[in-house]
């Protein structure tokens, strides 16, 4: 949940309920991430990590960052990176990559990964594979000994029993917890996501390199059909960008309520969202329909 809509007030919520929050990194100053993370451990003593995109200018200086805030754990995606591995061995700070393959996933545990988040197509933002997370999980299962966490299209308790049955340690879950009253979404862009239909869910093609997954509004059919203007101005904020258009300004217009101009990334089961909750009420949901499937 890139780009401020996972900040301290929901990764803290999250954590003190039990889970790991995660705070979204991508797009922050470095005094903006030192504050988030701050900000989170006066909320929880609970677990508290980052969310960091591996195609980030920044992305080696914000994993210094929270590393030297004590930060939990770093989890990374939007590309691989050998490097990254280093930076937590000196402190022992886990590094979780996420991975679309078997194969990715074993070299991760050679180099040094604590745990990997296995993606699948149902995931939202950023997409390294049109596999299912449900057929991969499996598959990663059988070739690493570290644990495995499937991410993608998990909603609901039930799904979370499901994708424990492939094999898999645990689950993250996204767009579900953007729809939460502690998300930093706005109130327009939790509205749309109550707005979602299946049909809604589309891919376009992000300068980062890779397909991202969205709902369809002006802006994404603009991007769908090459109309979409070009950045005036450019703050060299990935590695490497087409420069169609500006993406970090694009989401968090989208962040903060404009949806028409705004690019809204989401997993391919938003449909299923029909209440905001507070993330408190959302985990003892999820756990009694998980105890509901068992």
Do not use: W
């Amino acid at each position: 949940m890139a780009i401020r809509l996972s900040t301290a007030p929901l990764a803290a919520a999250v954590a003190r309920e039990g889970g790991i929050g995660l705070i979204a990194a991508s797009g922050m100053t470095v005094e903006e991430l030192r504050n988030e993370i701050r900000l989170a451990r006066s909320l929880t003593d609970g677990i508290v990590g980052i969310n960091i995109m591996v195609a980030a200018s920044s992305f080696a200086v914000m994993i210094k960052t929270a590393i030297d805030e004590g930060i939990d754990l770093v989890v990374a995606g939007a590309g691989f990176s050998r490097d990254m591995f280093g930076l937590g061995k000196a402190t022992g700070t886990p590094i979780v990559p996420i991975v679309s393959s078997a194969k990715l996933a074993r070299i991760s545990e050679v180099l040094g990964a604590s745990a990997v988040i296995v993606e699948g197509k149902e995931a939202g933002g950023h997409l390294g594979t049109d596999r299912s997370m449900r057929v991969i999980v499996p598959e990663v299962r059988d070739v690493v000994k570290i644990p495995v966490i499937g991410a993608g299209g998990v909603m609901t308790g039930k799904d979370i029993v499901e994708v424990l049955r492939l094999g898999a340690d645990g689950v993250q879950m996204g767009i579900r917890f953007a729809a939460t009253e502690e998300s930093n979404a706005g109130p327009a862009m939790k509205e749309f996501y109550l707005k979602a239909r299946r049909e809604d869910v589309m891919l376009i093609n992000s300068p980062v390199g890779l397909p991202g997954q969205a709902l369809r509004n002006p802006y994404s059919d603009k991007i769908d059909n090459g109309t979409v203007p070009k950045p005036e101005t450019c703050d060299g904020c990935l590695k490497h960008c087409s420069h169609s258009f500006c993406i970090i300004k694009a989401l968090i217009r989208a962040q903060q309520g404009d949806v028409e101009t705004g690019l809204v990334f989401t997993g391919e089961n938003i449909y299923k969202i029909d209440k905001i909750l507070p993330v408190k009420e959302l985990m003892a949901k999820l756990v009694k329909e998980a105890e509901e499937t068992e």
